[in-house]
């Protein structure tokens, strides 16, 4: 149950980034918070399931969304 509750969230966060990115560039950086916590629930949800390949695109997605997220901050 707590994984299909992981993936739901995580998809519904990352296509709320894919929307925001699409159609609303204006509403940036909220594009790159939803990536990171879409990515986050993903990273537990793949964590779990012992998924190595999703770990390692997960991480890597939260890591870019921080770096752009520290780039807008400065």
Do not use: D, E, H
Request: charged letters at 5%; a positive charge.
């Amino acid at each position: 149950m707590l994984n299909s509750i992981l993936q739901w969230s995580g998809t519904a966060c990352l296509l709320t980034m894919y929307v925001l990115m699409s159609f609303f560039p204006n509403a940036f950086p909220a594009n790159l918070v939803a990536g990171m916590l879409g990515g986050g629930f993903y990273l537990v949800w793949s964590i779990r399931v012992k998924n190595k390949a999703q770990v390692l695109v997960n991480l890597a997605g939260i890591l870019v969304c921080i770096a752009g997220l520290l780039r807008y901050a400065s």
